[in-house]
């Protein structure tokens, strides 16, 4: 080997223990409409652990459709988590929300201590805007480029999603002001999609009329089944800095069923969910009966929902140094092409 190879190495060597680094220190956010999760889902150890795995990817987890007044279903997913990873592990949660006694639901937020704090929390009040009102958290980390950051969580009712999306930005208002913090997202399972939202309704949309973009695009398919293509959940967020702190092309849906090869449904599962969306009847505990007797239904016995997620961008003294470091590898590699002319 020739000496003058030897700078050359290190530098590979450094940069790709640059590149590990920056891959490790990824910040993600993600959102997961559950299907009425409780203390009986939590109860079985193979979903339990499919759960484990998924929240383990995400420094911050927001989860819908949570019935568990007691905690219990949480507690156990939470101590899951805590034995599963190297993070520890907190959460954060509303009241239970909703307009009938049988369906009551929580917004639940669980975070990783080690990378990121909450700074504060806020319950929207104005209950005839919304069935299950926005529960707002202030986060801070100093892992990011934007380092404080609200996320508001919406899981609307189907048949008002037009209106209760229209009036996120009335909770915008609200929650920029309190924490003087226009860096704002809104994620979960909106229902912006198919039956729900069409060209008509979008006018009649604030959030679609003003700074905000929307990462998850109307052409992506949320759902788990393939007889339904809808974009019902998204991932939202306000203004050119926030714009700016999210890493480029990170929204995406988390397919988990094919990244952990994890069985997704049998045709019968899919075509009676096909018939529920058709005629919004609400099948989840029939479906979960079916998927008690199929051991190929892993991935619809959690949700018929898949999660989405987002990546913000890392800290800014990595960013600056990032390019540089690029720049002296592409010289180094020319320098050596060079030298052995």
């Not at 990824?26 to 203390?39: G, K, P, V, W």
């Not at 930005?169 to 920029?176: G, L, P």
């Not at 990462?215 to 926030?242: E, K, N, W």
Request: with cysteine.
């Amino acid at each position: 080997m020739r000496w003058r190879s030897l700078p050359l190495l290190l530098l590979l060597l450094v940069s790709f223990l640059l590149v590990c680094r920056a891959k490790r220190s990824e910040f993600r956010i993600c959102a997961y409409t559950l299907q009425r999760f409780n203390s009986e889902k939590a109860s079985d150890s193979r979903l339990m652990h499919t759960l484990t795995r998924i929240v383990s990817r995400c420094d911050i987890t927001l989860l819908q459709e949570v019935m568990d007044p007691d905690g219990k279903a949480i507690r156990s997913l939470l101590a899951s988590l805590n034995r599963y990873e190297d993070y520890n592990y907190k959460v954060v949660s509303s009241k239970s929300l909703g307009t009938s006694a049988n369906n009551m639901q929580q917004y639940v937020f669980i975070y990783r201590t080690d990378t990121v704090s909450v700074l504060g929390e806020h319950q929207y009040k104005k209950t005839q805007s919304f069935t299950r009102e926005p529960f707002a958290v202030h986060f801070q980390s100093q892992r990011t480029a934007i380092k404080e950051f609200i996320l508001v969580p919406l899981h609307s009712e189907p048949t008002r999603a037009v209106q209760e999306i229209d009036r996120l930005y009335d909770v915008f208002v609200e929650v920029s002001k309190k924490w003087k913090n226009t860096n704002v997202m809104f994620l979960g399972g909106f229902y912006a999609s198919c039956a729900y939202m069409n060209r008509q309704d979008r006018k009649k949309i604030r959030l679609l009329q003003t700074k905000f973009s929307w990462l998850i695009a109307d052409r992506v398919d949320t759902t788990v089944t393939d007889m339904t293509s809808c974009a019902y959940d998204r991932i939202v967020v306000h203004g050119q800095p926030f714009l700016r702190g999210v890493k480029a092309y990170s929204a995406k849906v988390f397919n988990f069923g094919k990244d952990l090869k994890i069985p997704r449904t049998k045709v019968r599962v899919s075509s009676f969910m096909f018939f529920c969306t058709l005629n919004q009847v609400n099948c989840s505990v029939m479906i979960w009966t079916l998927c008690s007797f199929a051991s190929a239904c892993q991935v619809v016995e959690i949700s018929d929902h898949y999660p989405v997620e987002v990546i913000l961008q890392s800290s800014a003294l990595l960013l600056q140094a990032t390019p540089f470091l690029s720049l002296l590898f592409i010289c180094t590699v020319v320098q050596s092409f060079l030298s052995a002319l």
